[in-house]
């Protein structure tokens, strides 16, 4: 801009320049060819002076009269013949020309500047428009005979019109009200007034009423949507986090009593009498009902926590059956669930976790039948082969869901069920689990048509090995082990008593309630070929347990192997995942005990050690 305006000056400058100097040459010129003709001469002097005032205004016209005088004296001296005395009349002629060209240059300014803030205002009104073109907030101006300004623009349509303009949605009368009834607020008291506008499936506003100083109400509605999705994430977040330490907290409350009714339930069975077949499929029903308790204890844990699964090749119609049978109890009340298992490749999944997620997708189904019409209640389950996916479909004939309902189906601690019938989370947790896998979970949904929830799977490329019960052989080969000196250090009396259960048969075993106890033994001159020590206990962890070893005595640091139903704090998954290959997880299986013992014994753990110790589980 200063340079335009350099630019500008300049040349007004050399038009000026020219201007005066063509007047001198032309007056002398003149004067010069018509020494006789005063008269002209004057006249032409009134013309210049016109000129100068026309084209330059008051400054114009100023310059044009002082150099038309000082010619005109010139003139009137050196150059007539006779030479003319400066009269009166002469000096009034002259004042004339001036008055005359002063006001034609004022009223030339005039016109010049009114034109300016004409094209001014015009060019402010453009930038203004643009400029509230450009902000995302919808402004309307209600006037005080009520027309209405949308961003700056006049328009024709009453004040409901032009907000649902800008909302981008109908309105319903109730808040056509609420609108109207807040800016006769706003005019009565001069104060601002606001209002939220949150239809759940589209956008939400934030509505400001504001007074203005013409009397006016200025609307302001800001699009906050993505807010708002945002601040339901970060809730769902803190929500989870509060979930995971429950979870958390109940995991290891459940997993330490659950270990010992394992142990309880194996050793009974270990010493039924052979034949008695109907007493050991009791036995194997009861434990394969608590490793189910055990499994979806875990799985829940690990799903509030974060935490990767190795997957595998998973059958998914086995997956289906285990599933069908665990809410059988609970659906066949409200629906009849349609089930034809077909030839269905392998998907690449986690078993237990994909139980979890047919399970809550039919007990979802069976929630959604409101009537007493059992029998025209249907779930049809399928599962089928598509390009490179394992598809699964779960539906249902009941009410369906709206679009506002769609939209918010997989939020956390959302749900359309009464107090005590629905928690929100099943949807949430089924979908987190079907991408921790790779996969996708998709809702087709219409009022009055049922809903179809859709999970697509990969494909696994190599089928499962055998599914036949490995048996965990001692790590000794086949001659006879030698007796083990092993330490037992837990807090729950009765996991001690399971666990010298276990070894008693093969290991020395002593037992200890907390750390202290374990670390005055080993202070005391004690060795021990293996150390099975608890994580949480009172007076002295396992953890605490662990650092002061490896400082004083690092050879039985070696040899410790840590039991856990869970981690209750950061702190201890920090410290489960540093030493995951020193872990034994509750619930356990006697079996993977007995091995983990063998294996430490003959091979202690320095640090960092590789992985030795079986996963828990079936």
Known sequence: MPSVRLTMTKQIRTRLLVVAVTHVVAGVAIALLYRKLGQ??????????????????????LASWCIQTAINTSIMQFVLDPPEPFTVPALLGVLAYLALGLAVGNQRDLSRRVREELSRNERLRVREQETLAAIPDAMIRVATDNTCGLQGMNTPDSLEQVVERALGRALSLDRHATIKDCVERVRATAQEQGL???????????????????????????????????????????????????????????????????????????????????????????????????????SILQTTTDKQDAIEPVHVPEVVDAALMLVQSQVRHNATVVWQPANVPYALAHRTKLVQVVTNLVVNASQSFTDSHTSAHKIHVRAYGEA?????????????????VMQRALEPFFTTKGPGQGSGLGLFLSNSIIESLGGTLHI?????????????????EQAPESRVTRRMTSACGSDPPPQLQVLIVDDEPEIRRALQRILNRSCAVSMC???????????????????????????????????????????QAERLLFLTGGATSEATRMFIAKHANRVVSKPFKPAEVEVAVRTMARFPMPFPAPSLIPAAGP
């Open 40 to 61: 002209p001469i004057g006249l032409f002097g009134l013309v210049a002076v016109l000129v100068g005032a026309f084209s330059f205004g008051v400054r114009g016209a």
């Open 196 to 298: 939220t506008f949150d239809s759940h499936g589209a956008s939400s506003h934030d509505v400001r009423f504001l007074p203005a100083a013409d009397g006016s109400v200025l609307i302001v509605m800001r699009n906050v949507t993505e807010q708002r999705k945002l601040l339901r994430r970060v809730t769902a977040a803190e929500n989870l986090a509060s979930l995971g330490t429950l979870a958390a907290g109940l995991a290891h409350e459940i997993n330490n009593p659950l270990t010992y009714v394992i142990t309880s339930i194996s050793a009974v069975g270990q010493a039924l009498q052979p034949g008695n077949e109907a007493a050991k499929a009791e036995v194997s029903a009861a434990l394969e009902g608590c490793w189910r308790i055990g499994d979806l204890v875990r």
């Open 388 to 404: 490179d996916r394992v598809v699964l479909e779960v539906q249902d004939n009941g009410p369906g869901m709206n679009e506002a």
């Open 444 to 460: 087709e949904s219409r009022l009055g048509h049922g809903t179809t929830v859709t999970v697509r799977l990969p494909i696994a």
């Open 513 to 555: 309630a907390n750390g202290a106890e374990a670390w005055q033994r080993l202070v005391s001159g004690e060795k021990y070929d293996v150390i099975l020590c608890d994580l949480l206990m009172p007076e002295m962890t396992g953890m605490d347990l662990f650092r002061v070893l490896a400082r004083e005595y690092p050879d």
